[in-house]
T-cell receptor, first 118, second 116 residues
């Protein structure tokens, strides 16, 4: 079974600074997807960024980028120029590839609570 | 485009009472998911529907939980009777399955259940 581990229950960053959230995962599959979701307090979870395992290039979405280390099974999220609106719970998630039997199932980590200080 | 709608947003009940949650997925999405999110944890899948068929309910505690998705659109998740340990956030998500596989899941705001 796949597992996702987020070792940082809480992180804080100063506004305009950069912060990196860590995530490791375990899988025996070669085809899969990794995601970072953002869940603001009492608001819905939204997708921040996704990475296909077969792509060597790290995904980037504006101020958000990932460091995907497939051999190490590591998938960290870097937030640059942090803004107050970035404060939320961030979840790392895994999904099997489209050829697998569990290709619909998202497996989440326990989350990292990010605080942005003004 | 409207997102996934859930109601109620908050529910407080006494133990042993029944409770129901409602979800309206994004229009056109054929796959619907119910997740359980305990405090300080990531969501865990309870049940997945493809249209009106529950294709994966292996994690649904069937002694007290039930779900339905009539006509393959809206869905209802029910707990009867509720227990103290059921206090959590219940999330609904939807996606559109293509022949190429499953696409991005869009989440609703969730229903926060408190059982006293």
């Amino acid at each position: 079974a796949q597992t996702v581990t987020q070792s940082q229950p809480e992180m804080s960053v100063q506004e305009a600074e950069t912060v990196t959230l860590s995530c490791t995962y375990d899988t025996s599959e070669s085809d899969y997807y990794l995601f970072w979701y953002k869940q603001p307090p009492s608001r819905q979870m939204i997708l921040v960024i996704r990475q296909e395992a077969y792509k060597q290039q790290n995904a980037t979405e504006n101020r958000f980028s990932v460091n995907f280390q497939k051999a190490a099974k590591s998938f960290s999220l870097k937030i640059s120029d942090s803004q107050l609106g970035d404060a939320a719970m961030y979840f790392c998630a895994y999904k099997g590839g489209n050829s697998g039997g569990s290709n619909y199932k998202l497996t989440f980590g326990k989350g990292t609570l990010l605080t942005v200080n003004p | 485009e409207a997102g996934v709608v859930q109601s109620p947003r908050y529910k407080i009940i006494e133990k042993k009472q029944p409770v129901a949650f409602w979800c309206n997925p994004i229009s056109g999405h054929n796959t619907l998911y119910w997740y359980l999110q305990n405090l300080g944890q990531g969501p865990e899948l309870l049940i997945r529907y493809e249209n009106e068929e529950a294709v994966d309910d292996s994690q649904l505690p069937k002694d007290r939980f039930s779900a339905e998705r009539l006509k393959g659109v809206d869905s209802t998740l029910k707990i009867q009777p509720a227990e103290l340990g059921d206090s959590a956030v219940y999330l609904c998500a939807s996606s559109f399955r293509t022949q190429a596989g499953y696409n991005e899941q869009f989440f609703g705001p969730g229903t926060r259940l408190t059982v006293l």
